[in-house]
């Protein structure tokens, strides 16, 4: 079945170390996004992509990094810069109609603790 | 950037009324999506809205938009336990970047 996988769906993590989030997409959507959910709180952009090789930040990039390589992935590192990581991460894929976003598809997300 | 107010933050709802949700914009919209995160899940796309006064209907949920494109409102007649979740509404702020708003978290008394 066509969809987004991300892994893993629950991770610890101490102080100062990175730590990488993965999304794949087999829907062959051009973009993708990356949004961070805090408890009673909405969805915060991190980074999105719309086309291989290229991506752009977000609203709340700081202390993130991505790539995308492939057009079926856009994984998440969370660097040691990152003050406050501990959050729900969601990563989602839209085809682009007529250059702009459709509707979103998400994966189940990654919940992300630092200990 | 382009933000968009959702109110109320909370919905206690008796099961069996009706309730609304709203998305205010202080700028003109070219058009809103409306998302559902039941607890422990992801957001589900519920529809999207395009025309200026554009009213949608999915089963109990009617979806509107504003005659001047700047507002929104989910209503949901005779709640039930699966209503239950968080109502999302989302804005283009460019032409790839969706915003959304803080949610509804709707709570349903049986």
């Known amino acids: 079945d066509g969809g987004i996988t991300q892994s893993p769906k629950y991770l610890f993590r101490k102080e100062g170390q990175n730590v990488t989030l993965s999304c794949e997409q087999n829907l062959n959507h051009d973009a993708m996004y990356w949004y961070r959910q805090d408890p009673g709180q909405g969805l915060r952009l991190i980074y999105y992509s719309q086309i291989v090789n290229d991506f752009q930040k977000g609203d709340i990039a700081e202390g993130y990094s991505v790539s995308r390589e492939k057009k079926e992935s856009f994984p998440l590192t969370v660097t040691s810069a990152q003050k406050n990581p501990t959050a729900f991460y969601l990563c989602?894929?839209?085809?682009?109609?007529?250059?702009?976003?459709?509707?979103?598809?998400f994966g189940e997300g990654s919940r992300l603790t630092v200990l | 950037g382009q933000q968009v107010m959702q109110i109320p933050q909370y919905q206690h709802v008796q099961e069996g009324e009706d309730f609304t949700t709203y998305c205010n914009s202080s700028?003109?919209?070219?058009?809103i999506q409306w998302y559902k995160q039941r607890p422990g899940g992801h957001p589900v796309f519920l529809i999207q809205l395009v025309k200026s006064g554009e009213v949608k209907k999915q089963k109990r949920l009617t979806f509107q938009f504003g005659e001047a494109k700047k507002n929104s409102s989910l209503h949901i007649t005779a709640t039930q336990t699966t209503d239950v979740g968080t109502y999302f509404c989302?804005?283009?702020?460019?032409?790839?970047?969706?915003?959304f708003g803080a949610g509804t978290t709707v709570t349903v008394r049986a």
């Open positions: 700028t003109t919209l070219s058009n």
């Open positions: 989602a894929s839209s085809v682009l109609a007529g250059g702009h976003t459709g509707e979103l598809f």
């Open positions: 989302a804005i283009r702020a460019n032409d790839y970047k969706l915003s």
